[in-house]
Each structure stands twice: as structure tokens, then as C-alpha cells.
């Protein structure tokens, strides 16, 4: 089946949460976080329906001090969607979205024993730029990619 790609609606909230929940850490509460990301990041949170089912989502956010930068904060498949494509997809639609909005540059942070993740951003032309122990506090270390579009159509 395709993946279709759409804005996020408040009516995605209950499904968005459980996807969120299945790839969060123990005891964490990510309501909090969809409900606000809904609001604060309308045109780049975005969603992949597969035969009328949220299977993913990404959320992609630019800089507030900085707006030619943007970041992909947040990408998810669920477990038995991946390896389809579909974040291929959702990547590369939050680029645009981020692209749209005036971002140069993209950035991301991704753990270091995430080989997947680390190979899909490759593809689309991350690079890495540091690494950052402890970015999300202990055991949660972390590589800063970033993918550069300066003077690129």
C-alpha cells in the first residue's frame, strides 16, 4: 500500500500518542508533547496514513532566533510499517515543508546505536557535526546531522 502524506489534525491526537508512546521511554507522557507540537508546529507536522491508519509522523520545527534553520525534531514509523519507504517519505516531506518555510539548512540529533536512522539521513544528505554526550541526559548521547542547502535549488 502507499503511503499518503498530510497535515496532522487534532483528530490524529489519540493515534499520533500511541505511536509515540510504542517508541518512548518507559514512564514518559507524550500528550503533552503532540497536543503542543500541534499547535506550535502546524505546517511541519505531518502525518503518513497507510489504508486510512496513521503509521507515522514527523514533526519538523525552524530555529526561533535563527528561521533560515530548520530541525526534524521528531520522526516515527510504526514497527511493522518500516522498511517500507515510509520514512523516506516522511523525510523527505518535512524537508519541503521546512524548504517552504525558508530553512538553508536542516539539522537532527540521533542516537549513536541508531543505524537505521543514521543510514536513512544519509541518504538524504545529512552529514554529522558533533557528538554530544549526555544531549538528553544520562545513557542519552547523541550526534547532531545536519544537511546543508545554501545557494541549492
Known amino acids: 500500500m502507499a503511503l499518503t502524506i498530510r497535515g496532522y489534525f487534532d483528530t490524529d491526537f489519540a493515534s ?13 507522557k507524550p500528550e ?3 497536543r503542543q507540537a500541534g499547535v506550535l ?7 503518513g496514513e497507510c489504508g486510512g491508519r496513521v ?17 526534524i525534531v521528531r520522526l516515527v514509523v510504526a514497527e511493522r510499517y518500516r522498511r ?11 524537508i519541503a515543508a521546512l524548504r517552504e518555510r525558508g530553512a538553508d ?12 536512522a543514521w543510514a536513512l539521513y ?3 544528505g545529512f552529514r554529522e557535526t558533533e557528538f554530544c554526550p549526555a544531549y538528553f ?11 546543508d542547502f545554501a545557494g541549492k535549488i
Not at 499520533?16 to 514518559?28: D, T
Open 137 to 147: 541526559g544520562e545513557g542519552g548521547d547523541r550526534y547532531i546531522l545536519r544537511r
Open 32 to 34: 503533552v508533547f503532540i
Open 122 to 124: 544519509e541518504r538524504h
Open 55 to 71: 503509521v507515522g509522523y514527523t514533526i519538523g520545527a525552524l530555529v526561533q532566533h535563527r528561521q533560515t534553520t530548520g530541525w
Open 84 to 94: 517500507r519507504g515510509f520514512g523516506e517519505t516522511l523525510v523527505a516531506a518535512v
Open 105 to 116: 539548512e536542516v539539522c537532527l540529533s540521533v542516537a549513536p546505536g541508531n543505524r537505521a
Open 41 to 47: 508546529f502546524a505546517g511541519t507536522f505531518l502525518v
Open 16 to 28: 499520533v500518542s500511541a505511536l509515540e508512546r510504542e517508541n518512548s521511554p518507559e514512564g514518559c
